[in-house]
């Protein structure tokens, strides 16, 4: 493991943490934050931890105008034992420059910057919730700094954690959610930037998801950009069906985002000898199979959506309902596992925590 040499400036106040029952996604955040500079011929530089505050862009820093940006997610826990676990958290660095790559973005060092999160947890341990349900959201991210205006990559960038303690992602809470099949947008297309965790591939998304949120429906479930007819992702997260005893996923195909969480779920389903592919998938495959009855469970997976049960889809205006909008068996043995393997509740045997 590499040693990070950097500063830590701790606050001098302390804010208000929101009591553990009322915890919304993403609205409040710790005490501190993690940053470090990169310019072009001294690298990423001045790693440190500050408190948790505004900061300061000329109005031309080429993120607001170009939007060359990436993010990850990832989260925290907190066990029985008062032992912190983070998730998989070198496949979400590692991830993170494959995205820097596609947006011309220079990589980051995965093992010092999983020591900078570290020790950044250390000192925010105490935002750490531990009510069934909750973790600390853990949002990594790099932004083009360079006052420019020509359209080319930055030669300044800032990598920025901050983190904030959250229940579920969906007022739904573990209730399966409703989803819409976007039929009029698409989010992305082969060549582009889809595989990539990069802001516009989230702004491209908000028109569609203005208007099936209207309707009710919590995320939009998003066709292939050509012909609208193959599954790619939901909103936030990645999908499965379960039909007539097969579980099938989108195959990554370089527009669909390739999720830490899904990973781990392929993985957890390859161990209990549950078939699983990751195979093109149409949504009239879908529609057929729930005609027929045998269109089992279909569930999201992501860090910030964990297993989300779907209980119906809306596809050409019909309502297609999966399992009477019921959380069906695997999706719920799916979230007690994972979840028990996040909390320690269970054993880890894949490896997937790394302790703080
Ligand atoms: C996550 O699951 O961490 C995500 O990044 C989804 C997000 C857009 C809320």
New binding site residues.
């Given amino acids: 493991m590499k040693e990070i040499d950097m500063e830590i400036t701790l606050s001098t106040t302390k804010k208000t943490k929101p009591q553990a029952d009322k915890l919304e996604?993403?609205k409040v955040f710790t005490d501190h934050m993690f940053i470090m500079d990169y310019i072009t011929g001294q690298g990423w530089h001045d790693p440190r931890i500050v408190p948790y505050q505004k900061i300061t862009l000329d109005p031309s820093a080429m993120i607001f105008h170009y939007g060359q940006s990436v993010?990850?997610?990832?989260k925290a826990y907190l066990t029985s034992d008062k032992e912190i676990f983070l998730f998989r958290p070198e496949k979400n660095f590692q991830r993170l420059n494959k995205s820097n790559e596609r947006l011309c973005i220079p990589p980051i060092d995965v093992d010092k910057v999983l020591e900078a999160l570290k020790e950044l947890i250390r000192v925010d341990q105490g935002w750490i919730p531990d009510a069934e349900g909750t973790s600390l959201?853990i949002r990594p991210f790099v932004i083009a700094t360079e006052p420019y205006l020509g359209v080319a990559p930055s030669d300044r960038y800032q990598f920025i954690i901050i983190m904030s303690p959250v229940g579920s992602?969906y007022k739904e809470g573990i209730h399966p959610i409703r989803i819409a099949v976007e039929q009029a947008f698409t989010r992305a297309v082969n060549g582009g930037t889809g595989e990539a965790?990069t802001g516009g591939n989230?702004a491209s998304s908000l028109k569609a998801q203005e208007v099936s949120d209207k309707e009710g429906y919590a995320q939009v479930l998003w066709l292939d950009g050509i012909e609208k007819k193959y599954i790619e992702e939901v909103?936030?997260?990645n999908v499965f069906f379960k039909i007539n005893g097969e579980v099938v996923t989108p195959a990554l195909n370089g527009s669909i985002l390739p999720g830490v969480t899904r990973d781990s779920i392929i993985e957890l389903l390859h161990h209990w000898n549950i078939p699983v592919s990751e195979r093109q998938i149409s949504m009239d495959e879908v529609y057929q199979a729930q005609k027929a009855g045998t269109l089992e469970e279909a569930f999201g997976t992501?860090?910030?959506?964990v297993i989300s049960p779907i209980g119906e889809f809306l596809w050409q205006g019909e309502k297609l309902s999966v399992q009477n909008g019921e959380t069906g068996e695997l999706s719920k043995k799916l979230y007690d596992t994972l979840t028990d393997i996040q909390n320690g509740r269970s054993d880890d045997p894949f490896n997937w925590i790394t302790k703080v």
């Fill in positions: 996604f993403g993010f990850e997610g990832l959201y992602y965790k989230y909103g936030s997260m992501g860090t910030a959506a």
